[in-house]
Each structure stands twice: as structure tokens, then as C-alpha cells.
């Protein structure tokens, strides 16, 4: 792997270990986080480069795994600590994950040092780290990517306001949930976050809902995507990730960033995220083909029928 | 009046006085109920037949604008006592309604007396009330309409959880919410409730998602129906049943029961709900015309194309 990295985007974030118990059984100390989640997905439509930090108890098999899906590991570091690891649980309501413990370990400390050979790429994916860390990630790339997704919570939105106002100008995307954009702008409607995150910058805001799908609006346009009716929802983690990376790797192979591309995205995004919700960690993700993603993409044809 | 009503379909439920705060404004002893949201809802496509009871202190005023807008109110009782009244209040997220007071008044008593000329209509919808009442409206009815729409709520599902079923067995479709579908079942799976409900008796299921719109499940076909993004939600009561009484009201003129024209009706439905939201009472509804549904109708097209 000397010379140049030929990947056709870069996705930051959180490479974890994760105990999730939900109503349907348990897995511990899985494959997670965010950067695993998001490349994976993505590496369904192009080849990711992964920017992230694992400890020495982290198995090697995983990155075994990671490698032969053809994801680029140039920007792992590999710390001497502990990795990432984040223990919770699922009830009824498999829409609220609730933690048990979070153990940042060498994720505490981690900057993201953005390999030289990925620092012109024009597809860049900016998981859930602080926002300063996120925006630093921004500052090294040599030039301004053509579209920089990102993804935040909750945490940093009451805590670091700024900074998260400022990754919604930096970024073309910031991924929110729909309780997310209305915190961020003290408002009970969706509708109304998504218009002032347009003010902010952007041509267009997108918006996450779960199950029940996503939204995209532009100054005069609006886009539903609907959620994929799962007949089992075993482990929703990483779902959003999926959606995220899902919709960066699409792009990265259409670049036009036409709507009618964006809306695609979305769809491909539902599909695969729809895969991962229904397996623990990776499981189901690592048994797909992208035929399969195909045909539930044409599946949602039908399901918007009118 | 005399002979023959010629109404199109009956719609059974309460009419009431409501005030409702939200943090929009505020509603003081405000037309509302079920039958009466429902009655003109469906009033934009067919002439309903009103079965409910109002006190002595229901403004005549109201009564008159309903005659107006083309409603039968042979079926509704004048009763001495004090009209159903409710209270309650929106915070933050308009999704719940919060309950100050409710005062049954001369509804407590209420058995719903269908007018002869009503009893051989092939379209009815059955608004909240207690099950067993629904299902006596069902037993005066001379045949069995058609189509049969009914509603229900959380406390007659946790309290007469077996009349609950048995009006599932009895309707075309009874209008379910997410959580009331999931508390009927048990089960923390839309769709499992869905398909629940389709091994009770029916061909089709239909569940309402509030803002998120609506989705229908037969056994091999789904739809989603998106909400409708609106920018101002002033005061949402009333919008489940503005929904399912445009949905009988569209399905009385299209009287082919195919999923294809469901579809239509769950779309023109939401059409119709969201002016409902939009405006306290009645208030937008009374505003709009049926070009301005058809408008929104259109809308949704482009809402999910991709």
C-alpha cells in the first residue's frame, strides 16, 4: 500500500467494541462505531478510507475483515490502551438505545490525523466526535471536499452549540434526527429546524426519523423517504451510520449532486440501514450483496405508489 | 327533511366543546368531536349523515354550519344536559395531547340511534366511542355496509380489550395509531401489529404515524403515506378524525374497494388532516376548498418521487 491511497472517499469517526442487549438476544463486545458502521456501508458503492483509533484489545480479525471488503486502513492508529466501548440495551421502544456505560478509553484522546494520500478527496464523511475535531478534520483536508457530510448528538448540541452551528456552515449535510434539529433550534416543528438550517448555509437539510424514515427539503422543494417496513428489528445501532455512509458512498459514484441524486441516496441509504437494523453489529450487513440492496431500493417504489 | 335522506355515508361519534392550548393560542369552548371533524372532513366529497348528541348548551350557530356545508343532522339527539366537553393543552412536541378535564356530560349516556333512512347505507365510519356501542350501531345498521371505518383509542384498548378485538373482526378497518396498534398486541413492531390485525379478519391495515404520515399493509403489499410538511402546526385535535372521515368520504365515490384507490383515500386523507392542523377547531377547514386538497393531493406526488 505504498504511494497513493485510492480511495474514493474518507469516513472519520468512532471504531468501538459494543455489548447491546435488546429484546431479541445479546452481543458482546461486537464490531461497532461509527466509522465502522458508515464503511462498511459505504464500501457497498466505492472504496472508503477509514480515519479512526483502536486499542491493543482490539481483534485483529476485525481489521482483517475491514481490509477484505476492500476498505483502506492507511488512517487507523493503533493506541496502547483500551478501545472504544460502549455497553446498552434496547426495550420496547427499539427507537431509544439506553446506555449502561461508556468507556471512551483511547477515543478520549484521539485527533484525527487524515493520512496525506486522502487529503484531496472530494468525499468526505464526518462521524459523531467533538465538533472542534470535526472541523479541525475539515482544516487539513488540502482543499475544500465537494461534499462534507456530518453527524452529531444530542451532547453537543447542548454543550457545544457553537461549534455545532458552525459544522452546519462547514458542512453541506449534518445528518440530525428530528428531536436533534428541534433542539438545536428550540423549536417544536421539524419543518421549521430544517428552514433555519437552510438560512444557515446549505442548499438543502436533511433529516432522520427513525423508523419512519428521512426528509430532505430545499428552499422550495420537500422529500420524504420512507422508512422500510422491517418485519424484525433485532438491533437498530449503527443504523444511522449505515444511513450516512450509505448516502456518501452512493454519491461519491454519482457526483453530480443533482436533488434527484440526493433522493436516490436517501433510498439506498434506507435500504441498507433497514439491513443493519435487522442483525447485531455487522452481522447482517456482511451478508448482503448489493443485489439485495437493489431490490429493496425497487421495493420502495412500490411502497410510494399512489 | 322528510322521506328519503339522501346522505352518501354516516359517521357516529361525539360532538363536543373543546378548549385547547397550545403554544400557538388558545381555543375556549371550541366546536369539536369526532362525528363532527370526521362529518366535514368527508363533506369535501360526499353528503355525511351526522349520529350524535349535543346539550342544551350547544350553540345553534354550529349546528347551522354544518346544515350548510351539505350535513345531514337527522341523527343528532338533543339532550337537557350539558354538551361533552374537553380540555387539554400542547406543549413542545404537538404529537401528544395533554388532558386537563374532561367532562362526558350528556355523552356518558349516549346510545347512538341510527335514523331509519341511515340504516341501508353502504358507508360508515364508527368515531370513538365505547366498543360495544360501535358494534350495536353496526347490528341496527339493515345489512352490512360495504365499507365500515372505525376508531378507537388506549383506554378502551387496555379496559375492553376483547370488544377491541371483536371490532377489529367486525370492521373494514379500524384506524389504529402506532402505540395503540403495538398495545392491541403486544409487541414493540408496527408491523407485527399490522399483520395481526390482518390474520383478525381483514384484508388491509392501516396505521396512522401522526406527523409521519400513514402506512398500509395487506398481506404481500405495503404503502407509506407520507405527512404533509407543515409549516405551522397550530392545534392538532381533531386530525385523526378529519383523516378518517375524508378517507370514507373519497372511498363513498370510488366505491371499488381496490388498494389503489385506499391509497388515494390515505393521501387525500392526510390532505385534508393537515388543514385541520393548521388552525384551531374547524377554523382552517371551513377556510378551504376542494381545489386547495386537490392542490396538496398533487403535491405529495412530488413529495416522493425519486
Redo the contacts between chains.
Sequence with gaps: MFGVSMVDLVIVGSVALDTVKT?FGIAERALGGSATYASYSASFFAKPGIVGIVGADFPQEHLNMLSKRNIDLEGIEKSEGKTFFWEGYY????NEAHTVKTELNCFADFKPKIPDSYKNKDFLFLGNIHPSLQLDVLDQMEKRPKLVISDTMNFWIKSERDKVIELVRESDIVLFNEGEA?MLFST?????AA?EILKLNSDLAIIK?G???S?L?TKD???????Y?????RDPTGAGDTFAGAMIGYLSQHPELTE?NY??A??YASAVASHTAEGFSLSKLQEISIEQINARFNE???????
Design positions: 429484546p426495550e420496547y421502544d427499539m428541534r417544536p416543528s421539524t419543518i421549521k428552514r426519523q423508523e419512519h424514515g426528509v427539503f422543494s420537500h422529500f420524504s423517504a420512507p422508512g417496513p422491517l418485519e424484525e428489528v434527484s433522493r436516490k436517501m433510498i420502495f417504489r412500490k411502497i410510494v405508489e399512489f
